[in-house]
């Protein structure tokens, strides 16, 4: 969120780069490095680069000696870092990003991939062994390493088809002409295309017809991603990066599966945490709820609606004067939100909060946190030694150093004394923003407390209080972190808040809006080092604290700089709309942040009635489902309208249908990385024809979501690879032909989805008001055979909340020769019976079917229309058994 009068200027995209001098430098004129004493042992190589002519000084001076150790860790990954042996440089800390362990009984001579290199100049290649194919080259482009200045260039195949490099809103595949990703935290309201946002993930993955590999430059430096086609150069990829070292994983990914490299990359990052069960439900929140009531109305109009709540939301309205850990007595008294709270509760629904980085700078005024944050010494200090100050939300501000060996506790108690669910708000989860750190005060901020004032920080309330007796729901029916960190040498002689390389930062100087560059960390770093950690940080305290709260339950921490995330305030536009389909696929698909969605209806901006509808459709498929907006733009609540009410609840029926299917997905995701969203040339590798689609997806591996993306449009045009498909709401099979196909009279509160053939899908047999209650309906069995009569599925359940469950059932279902197999562990009582087994395509009726060879006694129905196959079967989902069909 930002002051709603505020937009923060677009800084126009550099074309040209330029030296400390003022004058464009060709850094390709640098001489790069000679490679020497090269010595390799196993899976290892070690060698020294020696600048190979008179050093260009581009921007800053040449380091003379570097150190270059490639390993291959693994036969599908190849670690290349380059280092300077002379000094310490800046490092992003084993205690924020664990690195991968090395399989030291890995060989060269059977990895997938191979390093090679060229001695003088020194430039290296990294390449496919099965086909020598090179993947990753140097070649042609010296190395440049200063202090303030890395540069590393690729060459990359004509219209290369490129994934990631975010946060972005870009299309899918991004553009190879000029295009500059910028990676640098910003508060970027409106999210705007070709600008840097609120997170940073130096991870790509590219696609060919021969395979699918990956590349991430571990660095949470500043820095400028060019991607850019030449008539001299042909396609390349270039990193600026303005500190640190030069720190590359290179993933073979594979020559079948684009799914594989996903896999990989998780290894490196680690795989995501699973969350709630009941985190997949529908969630509801706006900026500007001014009131207990205002909140209680919400809540129960949702159930008069008959559209299921899961979990409602309060912004920072809640707090008095903005400020954290605080209630305001008048607007929201603790008597009436801990009535809230136990209505919700009592309801099987759950609430969370807003809980902001910045704290008031309110020295004497008896505010709890900061007197408390401040005997703690845990803020974040200037370079002077004083606390840093910024102006945000509550006025002057602090912010937590997350870094500070203290910071935990601190965090942890605010958290216990406040979220206490005895005596204060019972929160079901956190929700942490601003967490750039952003900032309103514009740089040079020499005088936060005048900034603060004239943007009227905190802003006062515009509404009168309401009764504190009023009727609410009167209609209603019923551990420490220990940081070892290197420190940064304070005498370098670095220009950290003016770098002589200036990425191209969309809020112009780095410092801009948000922390210093030149504010140190309890350990000595520097901001301008780990500013794009912030967010991170914050999360991996906020899941600790909210840990103490519940031991042994996940955590729910959705945060706007990192994961689990909502994409930022967007705003209520169509173009929103359809690049939110590119935001959830880049987080899910590629940076393994599957817990994710873009403000439904959109944020910012009066939303309408069609877009809004549209969207209640869209955003029921994407993995975070929650409807938010700001306090200057109308109310956008699904049951506002009768046709978004509508949408809503058809969408709704079918995500909650879908929830076991989507849960085993997350499941799978956090065993070993498999993307929870897939792009469909995930699915179809081969079709040339799939790489750019980034207004269709599959949810989970197996549902093809085609939503229609113009306004005022009841068509949409679908594209069906040469595969079979199956209607989701008829289970007609629909054959496809590696060709786009105009679906028309897709009404309002429709939205096209189809079963990709091959799978076996879990379903509740319909959905219900919230999930708790969906766990008592009963499931079936949806088989969709592929174009040689087969197919496959999986299920996972478990308690749906615990970190360890005491017990799981993992079923694993396969269908072949007329034949459905179901096998696992049934450990964890399902508790509900499975209703029936629906086989489509199905080329006849059916008298006679047998479950575990003994004839099933209800007759099978048939429908030729749709050729379906109902079998009712009726009985727990507690061991396997076997259903012949046909």
């Not at 002051?3 to 640098?30: E, F, K, M």
């Not at 800046?90 to 924020?96: I, K, W």
């Not at 990359?156 to 975010?166: H, R």
Request: proline residues 7%.
């Amino acid at each position: 969120m930002r002051p709603y009068a505020h937009i923060a200027a677009v800084v126009t995209t550099l074309v040209s780069v330029w030296n400390a001098r003022g004058q464009p430098y060709d850094v390709n004129t640098c001489p790069g490095y000679t490679a020497s004493n090269v010595v390799t042992s196993g899976p290892t190589l070690v060698a020294n680069l020696t600048l190979a002519g008179a050093a260009c000084n581009a921007y800053g001076p040449d380091i003379e000696q570097l150190f270059l150790e490639v390993t291959y860790e693994t036969e599908s990954r190849i670690h290349v870092k380059i280092s300077d042996p002379a000094h310490s440089r800046y490092e992003v800390p084993e205690s924020v990003l664990p690195r991968p362990q090395a399989d030291p009984s890995t060989s060269p001579e059977t990895a997938a991939i191979r390093f090679n290199y060229t001695s003088s100049p020194f430039t290296f290649t990294i390449y496919r062994a099965s086909t020598s194919e090179v993947l990753f080259s140097t070649a042609s482009y010296p190395l440049v390493y200063e202090p303030q200045y890395l540069r590393v260039k690729t060459s990359l195949p004509p219209n290369a088809n490129i994934y990631g490099l975010g946060e972005h809103t870009e299309d899918f595949r991004l553009p190879t002409d000029d295009l500059v990703r910028t990676l640098w935290s910003r508060d970027a309201y409106g999210v705007p295309n070709g600008t840097n946002l609120y997170g940073n993930h130096p991870i790509y993955f590219e696609h060919r017809v021969t395979g699918t590999h990956g590349v991430f430059l571990l660095s949470s430096n500043g820095m400028d991603i060019k991607i850019n086609t030449t008539t001299e150069e042909g396609t390349t990829l270039e990193y600026n990066v303005i500190g640190g070292v030069l720190d590359l994983y290179f993933l073979a990914g594979s020559e079948t599966d684009p799914t594989e490299v996903a896999r990989q990359y998780a290894e490196v990052v680690g795989t995501p945490a699973e969350v709630p069960y009941w985190a997949f439900g529908l969630h509801q929140c706006r900026f500007g709820y001014t009131d207990f009531v205002d909140i209680a109305d919400v809540i129960q109009n949702y159930s008069l609606a008959g559209i299921p709540l899961e979990t409602m939301w309060t912004d920072i309205d809640y707090m008095y004067n903005r400020r954290i850990f605080t209630l305001d007595p008048d607007y929201f008294p603790l008597t009436r939100m801990r009535q809230i709270i136990d209505y919700l509760h009592s309801h099987d629904q759950h609430y969370i909060l807003m809980t902001d980085p910045a704290v008031a700078y309110a020295p004497g005024e008896g505010y709890g946190t900061y007197d408390r944050g401040t005997a703690a010494d845990v803020w974040l200090k200037a370079a002077n030694g004083s606390f840093f100050l910024g102006a945000v939300w509550p006025g002057v501000t602090v912010f937590p150093d997350w870094f500070n060996p203290g910071v935990q506790d601190f965090w942890t108690n605010e958290f216990r004394l406040f979220y206490n669910p005895i005596n204060g708000l019972d929160i079901d989860g956190a929700w942490i923003d601003m967490n750039e750190p952003s900032s309103f005060c514009t740089y040079p901020c020499t005088d936060p407390f005048q900034q603060a004032a004239e943007q009227d920080l905190p802003p006062p309330r515009t509404t009168i209080p309401p009764d504190p007796n009023a009727p609410i729901f009167v209609n209603s029916t019923d551990s420490n972190v220990v940081l070892s960190l290197q420190k940064r040498q304070s005498d370098s002689g670095e220009d950290v808040l003016n770098p002589p390389y200036a990425i191209d930062n969309a809020a112009g100087a780095l410092s801009n809006r948000t922390s210093y560059t030149n504010a140190v960390h309890a350990n000595g770093l520097l901001d301008y080092d780990t500013h794009n950690l912030f967010g991170t940080m914050m999360s991996t305290v906020t899941h600790y604290a909210m840990l103490a709260r519940r031991p042994g339950l996940r955590t729910l921490v959705v945060t706007r700089s990192t994961s689990p995330k909502w994409l930022g305030d967007n705003m209520a536009d169509w173009e929103h709309y359809r690049n939110s389909i590119s935001g959830i696929l880049s987080m899910a698909s590629v940076f393994h942040v599957p817990m994710v969605g873009a403000d439904i209806c959109g944020y910012a901006g009066d939303t309408t009635e069609t877009l809004c509808a549209r969207w209640a459709m869209l955003g029921a498929f994407y993995p975070f489902m929650r409807d938010h907006n700001d306090d200057t733009s109308i109310s956008q609540e699904f049951y506002r309208w009768p046709t978004v009410a509508q949408a809503a609840k058809n969408a709704l029926d079918m995500r909650y249908r879908l929830m076991d299917y989507i849960y085993t997905a997350f499941h799978q995701a956090s065993v070993d990385g498999t993307p929870v969203l897939n792009p469909l040339w995930y699915k179809y590798p081969q079709d040339q024809s799939t790489f750019a689609i980034d207004l269709q997806f599959f949810f989970g591996p197996s549902i093809l979501v085609s939503p229609v993306t113009e306004e005022n449009a009841t068509s949409v045009s679908v594209y069906f690879p040469n595969d079979i498909f199956y209607d989701f709401a008829t289970l007609a099979p629909v054959q496809g032909s590696g060709e786009f196909v105009e679906m028309t009279d897709v009404n309002l509160t429709s939205i096209p989805v189809h079963i990709r053939g091959g799978a076996i899908l879990p379903l509740r047999s319909q959905g219900a008001m919230t999930t708790t209650a969906l766990r008592q309906q009963p499931l079936e069995l949806v088989i969709a055979p592929n174009a040689t009569g087969e197919a496959t599925g999986s299920l996972y359940m478990d308690d749906g909340v615990s970190i360890t469950p005491a017990s799981t059932t993992q079923v694993e279902m396969t269908y072949r020769a007329g034949v459905l197999t179901v096998t696992g562990s049934f450990d964890y009582p399902v508790g509900v019976n499975l209703s029936r087994v629906l086989l489509l395509n199905a080329d006849e009726a059916t008298e006679s079917v047998q479950l575990n060879g003994q004839e099933v006694a209800t007759i099978p129905t048939y429908d030729s229309t749709t050729k379906v196959l109902s079998v009712t079967i009726d009985r727990l989902l507690d061991e396997g058994f076997s259903l012949r069909l046909q």
